[in-house]
């Protein structure tokens, strides 16, 4: 069976799980109707962007921003319209996700589940509900991801097909940097996959490399700098052609400038831990004290990293090529915060590292669930499950009795 005969039989299912993830991220999205944590400075951006009334927000790039303008401008300037836009961006992350899944192990019920877990880890839920940029940064990287694997297993006699599945992936990957540029590891890291997996893996790059990066990294600077022509008709400060490139230089300084402290700061080695998360919200608003506290699930925070460790095992001494790649890649999501660390660090830092254990955890499922273990997969995912309910409260802000109620949830004095 070749690949691309398997590739669209699993696609019903994952539209299905992708509907039931839009639905979710959806209920009572509009709520709390103020602006909470960063959408402080992203939703006045976005605002300003909308009437391109000058440069604004200049530290970051200008696609998430877009994005969240779109939403105000559909569907007004409120809270439902300026979170819009996230929900489908954490929708396409578990989509991605089961894409990646699929493409990997080749089999829906490690797919499926690694979707399931995605949806079930606070981060997505709650990020699907913000109006932050890290939504958009992480929706394009993984679907990028899965767009590049897709192009690895194109048929060696289908070099069409390459040339537009890479095509593709270079597109998402620059729009994955005109998000944020936390994504621009992972355009070096599919570079360097593009140059080195070996041909068994990706038959159709044989003697083609070249061109390959040519193409995909041409696509993404392409894709990148595109991202900023709204800013080309501001009224004031416009950029240029000739400012456009000074421009990348003046965003690296914004990012690099020294931050006074902050409550929730927190060093990268915490985040895997579950240390210390951010209080996105907590106060009285809507007629009742409300909260949302950006925490992992803790049986996917702490489950997946067993999971990795178990995947690099499988990887070493089972020679399992879906486990390698899966540990691979929240490997690679991690270390770039470890090799280079910002001067203060947050929680959300950890979104992309935080996915990607979704699908560490189904591809150990699936290599070490034989036997009496056959359906560890889904007791695990109960697990998740009710724990997603136990703290649903505080990651949608639900009304609370008081403004103690918080304590109920706290397992760790780090946690208030």
């Known amino acids: 069976m070749s690949t691309d005969s398997r590739i669209y039989r699993p696609w019903p299912i994952a539209l299905v799980i992708g509907l039931a993830a839009q639905i979710l991220f959806l209920i009572n999205l509009a709520r709390p109707t103020k602006p909470v944590f960063d959408e402080t400075h992203y939703v006045t951006a976005a605002n300003y962007l909308l009437r391109l009334n000058g440069p604004l927000n200049i530290e970051h790039p200008l696609l998430g921003k877009e994005m969240i303008a ?30 990646i899944g699929w493409l990997v192990i080749g089999r829906v019920r490690p797919a499926a589940f690694a979707a399931l877990f995605a949806i079930l880890n606070f981060t997505v839920f709650i990020q699907a509900r913000i109006a932050m940029l890290d939504g958009f940064m992480a929706a394009f990287t993984v679907t990028g991801i899965a767009a590049l694997i897709w192009a690895m297993q194109t048929p060696s006699e289908q070099p069409a097909r390459l040339w537009r599945r890479l095509a ?21 890291f599919a570079v360097l996959a593009i140059m080195f997996v070996p041909a068994d893996d990706a038959p159709a790059l044989h003697r083609r490399r070249v061109t390959a990066v040519l193409l995909f990294g041409g696509l993404s600077l392409t894709a990148y700098f595109i991202t900023f022509a709204p800013a080309f008709f501001y009224a004031s400060d416009p950029l240029t052609l000739a400012t456009l490139l000074p421009f990348q230089a003046t965003m690296y300084a914004q990012q690099t400038q020294a931050l006074p402290p902050h409550t929730y700061q927190s060093v990268w080695w915490t985040w895997p831990l579950d240390i210390r998360p951010i209080w996105y919200l907590y106060e009285p608003v809507d007629g009742a004290v409300r909260g949302i506290l950006l925490v992992g699930n803790p049986a996917i925070m702490w489950g997946g990293l067993v999971a990795v ?82 703290f649903y409260p505080i990651i949608s802000a639900e009304a609370l009795p008081n403004d103690q109620a918080f304590l109920h949830w706290m397992w760790f004095f780090s946690w208030r």
Do not use: E
């Open 70 to 99: 779109l939403g105000i401008m559909l569907f007004g300037g409120n809270s439902f319209g300026w979170r819009f836009f996230s929900t489908i961006a954490a929708t396409a992350v578990v989509m991605g996700v089961f894409a």
């Open 168 to 188: 593709l992936a270079g597109v998402l990957f620059g729009l994955a940097v005109g998000a944020k540029w936390a994504a621009v590891p992972f355009v070096a």
């Open 309 to 390: 460790a178990a995947c690099v095992f499988a990887a070493s001494q089972a020679r399992s090529r879906a486990a390698g790649v899966m540990a691979g890649l929240w490997i690679a999501a991690y270390l770039p915060w470890v090799i280079i660390p910002k001067k203060i660090g947050f929680f959300y830092y950890y979104y992309l590292p935080s996915i990607f254990l979704c699908l560490a955890l189904a591809a150990a499922f699936d290599h070490f669930g034989k036997g009496r273990l056959r359906h560890a997969d889904a007791w695990f995912a109960g697990l998740a499950g009710v724990l997603f309910l136990y």
